[in-house]
């Protein structure tokens, strides 16, 4: 077992489940928990540990597989950290270019210039990755791009056929009773104390 | 032992890429299943099929060499797989960002309309 690879991808896997958390849930009340375990699981992508030393058990297992070695942790790093610094900048650069236009309130010519920076940062920092200079000067990920892409939309429609047979096996609740007379009162009192009558 | 080779290009990495994404979708919508688990929305038929669909290639890839697996592979090979399938969609993002970016550049220009009602009705 290779240390480094269980602790990305339980980080990865951490990351995922906070952002599930946190989009669920009625929009005032949003999990409390989503961004501590999304702070976890960011920090363990980042702080990666060490590869085994030779007198360490993990360490001959390390010879037979292609990402163990440190180049492979070395170029996860690099992938992982720019991909954070462009997709943040990205997301700050967007949150406050909204932020400086007319959407919400008069324009805010120094707020929109911080935002057109940050969106800028982003381009930078995706310039400056050898990693998406390669990709995209090479025909076959290109390819494996596309794929990929046939592979979600086969994968969500598969998903998506799954639940509807999965609402359509379900059995149907029954029809509720009607409203006594009591729960009618009540209702109404609270339809026209909340509505208001003019009283 | 696991051989993770997924360099050569042709139709069978292509298919690669199409099994990756099932397994990287498969995965995360089964984390986010458990973790945001609700009896109401009767998840199980779900979770089960996703983590089938999950399972399977890997299951398929770990044992392809000796027809044997370990607990320790299958985590390797659930490494491999997440770790391209996020990458994949990391390689998007300059082809996202334009977009975004054009979007951007709308919002920056625009000017409040006297009616915000009217004018969403217009569009």
Redesign the interface.
Known sequence: ??FW??Q??LS??LL??AF??WR?GPAFKRSKFAGPIALIGLAGLIFLPEQPLYFESDYH?CE????CNDDGRES?LK?VTW?LI??ST?LI??YT??R????YAERNLPV?TI??FF?GL??WS?AQSQW?VD??TRL??L???V??????A???Y??FR??R???N??PKDPPIEPLNDNERRLVTEMIRRNLGDGS | ??N??FSM?GIG???A??????V??????A??L???WNPYH?PA??LV??LI?CTGPMLAMSMEKDGATS??EM??I???F??L??????????II?VF??FQ?LI??R???TEDPLIDMLEN
Request: glycine share 8%.
């Open positions: 077992m290779v690879v269980n990305a991808l990865f896997t995922i489940a599930s958390m669920m297992r037979f597989i292609s990402f996860y992938v991909s462009s997709i990205a650069g967007c270019i909204i400086g236009s007319r959407i929109l935002g057109w969106l982003s381009w995706i998406f990709a995209y076959d990920v390819a494996w791009m794929c990929f892409i046939f592979g979600i086969g994968t969500v598969i998903l799954i639940i047979f999965t609402e096996v379900s | 032992m696991v993770f080779d290009a990495s292509l298919g890429m199409v099994l990756i994404a099932m990287f979708i498969c995965y995360c919508f984390i986010h458990i973790v945001t009767r038929i779900p099929s996703s669909l607990l320790a985590l390797e659930i490494f491999l997440t770790s399938g996020g990458g994949v969609i990391v390689l998007w993002m300059p960002l975004v970016t951007m919002v920056s625009k000017s409040p």
